[in-house]
């Protein structure tokens, strides 16, 4: 599916959100931790890079790494990168792979994030299993996520952009994706609130779990620290 959307998903995404995306995504690079500076981080589902791109902005000589299934969405992103590092080592390295099985050794980063790709992982606690193995002592697990609260006071408003707005654009805008931005809006609906997550990761063996949300509550920031050994 993400590989037949991704000539268009960089536009909708701008359009859809009406540009809050990018915000979103400096939000969650401005509460990346390390231990050891300039840092090495790992962006799961990264898609087409944007998130390795608001955290380059912030820390420009940290190594990071973007791990996604899609190869159309690494053959964007690969591009992107170039365009805005083009004449320097980036020091932004994209792996073609599976987030359930990531190819790298035990404690190889002082965070690791995930921006609008949880949604699309139904076996979360394995998520978090990997995660915390990933991470170094003290290291931090951060979220970016849509939700949809229905007892928000924004809540009857929320709905009708996720249910009307969002896949009418989509099937007048592009026909032949109209039915991944169905499953998008379905699976946003679907997710759990800030709080469920939370509890989730405290289970999991994360400490120090807290959350935002943004924009009338339609998007979840949350992070939590790998225990220090």
């Known amino acids: 599916m993400f590989d037949g959307i991704t000539r268009r998903y960089d536009f909708l995404n701008r359009l859809l959100s009406f540009g809050r995306d990018l915000f979103w995504r400096r939000a ?15 962006d799961l589902a990264t898609g087409s890079g944007d998130q390795l791109l608001a955290i380059k902005s912030l820390w420009p000589y940290a190594n990071l790494v973007g791990l996604d299934f899609s190869d159309n ?40 994030t995930i921006s609008f790709g949880l949604r699309n992982l139904p076996d979360r606690p394995r998520i978090y299993e990997k995660v915390l193995e990933l991470l170094k002592p003290g290291g931090r697990f951060l979220i970016l996520e849509l939700f949809f609260d229905p007892r928000g006071f924004w809540a009857p ?73």
């Open 73 to 112: 969405m690494l053959s964007l992103a690969e591009k992107k990168i170039a365009k805005f590092y083009p004449d320097q080592d980036s020091e932004i390295e994209l792996v073609l792979g599976d987030a359930y099985c990531p190819p790298f050794p035990p404690s190889s980063f002082d965070s690791v």
């Open 157 to 229: 408003l929320h709905r009708f952009h996720l249910e009307t707005i969002t896949p009418l654009l989509a099937f007048l805008l592009f026909q032949e994706e109209e039915k991944a931005y169905r499953y998008l809006t379905k699976s946003i609906l679907n997710f759990p609130h800030p709080m469920v997550i939370l509890s989730e990761l405290e289970e999991a063996g994360f400490r120090g779990n807290e959350y935002l949300t943004y924009t009338f509550g339609s998007t979840m920031l949350l992070w939590g620290q790998k225990p220090l050994e």
């Open 28 to 42: 969650l690079a401005r509460r990346i931790v390390t231990r050891n500076y300039p840092g090495r981080f790992l």
